[in-house]
Nanobody, 129 residues
Framework: QVQLVESGGGLVQAGDSLRLSCTAS??????????MGWFRQAPGNERAFVAA????????DYADSVKGRFTISRDNSKNTVYLQMNSLKPEDTAVYYC????????????????????WGQGTQVTVSS
């Protein structure tokens, strides 16, 4: 399993922006970067899919709740994936987790957390109204 380290969380006001980063400790056995995703979990709620990006950056997917506000991207030279979060709302408050999987789909990315092999420790994002 790869080690994932997230950073960038914090306390912001509604309407503000934050950028989360997730750096992987290595690459897959084939030498490709991992396909990666972001999930979040608010107190009392189940973990929910936020966004995902495949190993090349050619495919991305977003939860409806963040589409148009969040952007996932990657820099494979740094083994790092980013989640740019704009127009934040109080309902975006959660612990955000980065996750990775090794074997990419031919088309698209996984939304199901069960398909991911490795998880980061999480970073807290709090949005005040």
């Amino acid at each position: 399993q790869v080690q994932l380290v997230e950073s960038g969380g914090g306390l912001v006001q509604a309407g503000d922006s934050l950028r989360l980063s997730c750096t992987a400790s290595g690459r897959t056995r084939s030498g490709r970067p991992y396909s990666m995703g972001w999930f979040r979990q608010a107190p009392g709620n189940e973990r929910a899919f936020v966004a995902a990006i495949n190993w090349s950056g050619g495919y991305t997917d977003y939860a409806d709740s963040v589409k148009g506000r969040f952007t996932i991207s990657r820099d494979n030279s740094k083994n790092t994936v980013y989640l740019q979060m704009n127009s934040l709302k109080p309902e975006d408050t959660a612990v955000y987790y980065c996750a990775a999987y090794e074997f990419p789909l031919a088309i698209g990315v996984f939304r199901q957390g069960s398909e991911y092999d490795s998880w980061g420790q999480g970073t807290q994002v709090t949005v005040s109204s």
